[in-house]
């Protein structure tokens, strides 16, 4: 699951990106995380894609994936799989500033529509709003 094209490489990968560029295995909570690399670009690359998953949010093809209560960034896409399958993947960390959490959704479908931040970007905030209630976060 290292594979940066598989869902769990995109994650691990914008994992690290959240972290400020620390790669790390993903584990359960409540597990010790195990550090894969220290840093996987210079600060200033990561800074700079940090605040361009922000801005994707915030102005632009992720919206939907936004919350009132905390900032999201977040990055995805939508390909075809098979036929007329298409599969939507999206990507998201919050709050941004300092992230807690990192949360992949994945839908395959039939067809059109098929958009990664349209229809995974609702799930992405839906799923923020869980946590954040769950957790009682005030952010």
């Known amino acids: 699951g290292g594979n940066p094209n598989e869902a769990m490489g995109i994650l691990t990968f914008y994992n ?3 972290n400020g560029g ?3 295995k993903l584990v ?6 195990i550090v894969l690399h220290e ?3 210079k600060p200033e690359h990561i800074k700079a894609l940090q605040k361009g998953l922000e801005n994707a949010v915030a102005n632009g093809i992720f919206k939907k994936a936004g919350n009132y209560d905390t900032k999201v960034a977040a990055c995805g ?3 075809v799989i098979e036929g007329n399958y298409r599969r939507m993947e999206l990507c998201g960390y919050f709050p941004a500033e300092k992230p807690m959490y990192t949360i992949m959704v994945i839908m395959e479908k039939e067809g059109l529509p ?3 931040g349209g229809m995974c ?3 992405l905030s839906n799923t923020i709003n869980v946590l ?3 957790y009682g976060m005030k952010l």
Do not use: H, L, N
């Open 77 to 79: 896409r939508t390909f």
């Open 28 to 33: 359960s909570e409540g597990e010790d995380g």
């Open 22 to 24: 620390k790669k790390v």
């Open 114 to 116: 098929a958009s990664a």
């Open 39 to 41: 840093q996987i670009a």
């Open 121 to 123: 970007g609702i799930i």
């Open 16 to 18: 690290a990106v959240a």
């Open 132 to 134: 954040m209630d769950i």
